[in-house]
């Protein structure tokens, strides 16, 4: 089954400037921004300029240049934030997908998250 892009979803908006963001990098294929409601002193999302999905979307049908171009971008934000764990105190990557993923808007995402120490990778709750 292929994926269906709902151009009316909230990163869409905001990459047509529909609504505002607080950009923290913009480059050929990718933006990041704040997220509006972080869960962490430092919580960046960082998405393709592309109708991709989610992250298996973007994998497999993403160009080489969109991938390319989305990972430098994210691991030079972690530079720029000083969290890169070479020079600073690291960083959590999430992307929910899909449904058992809890993702809530329907266009590939990668969070980062630090600025504190983040805990366990999930809370049981079976
Ligand atoms: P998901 O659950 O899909 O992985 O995460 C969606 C994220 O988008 C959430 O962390 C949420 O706070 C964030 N978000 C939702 N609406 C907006 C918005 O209008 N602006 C920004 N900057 N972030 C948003």
Do not use: C
């Amino acid at each position: 089954m292929a994926y269906t892009y709902d151009d009316q979803n909230i990163f869409a908006k905001i990459l047509r400037g529909e609504i505002p963001n607080t950009t923290v990098r913009e480059t050929e294929h990718t933006l990041a921004f704040r997220d509006i409601a972080p869960q962490a002193p430092e919580h960046i999302l960082v998405i393709p300029k592309g109708t991709y999905v989610t992250a298996d979307h973007f994998a497999t049908e993403a160009s080489d240049a969109e991938i390319a171009d989305f990972w430098r971008t994210l691991g030079e934000i972690t530079r720029e934030l000083g969290v890169a764990a070479d020079i600073g105190n690291g960083y959590r990557l999430i992307a929910n997908s899909g449904i058992d993923g809890v993702q809530d808007v329907p266009h590939f995402h990668m969070h980062i998250l630090a600025g504190r120490k983040l805990g366990p990778m999930l809370m049981r709750r079976d």
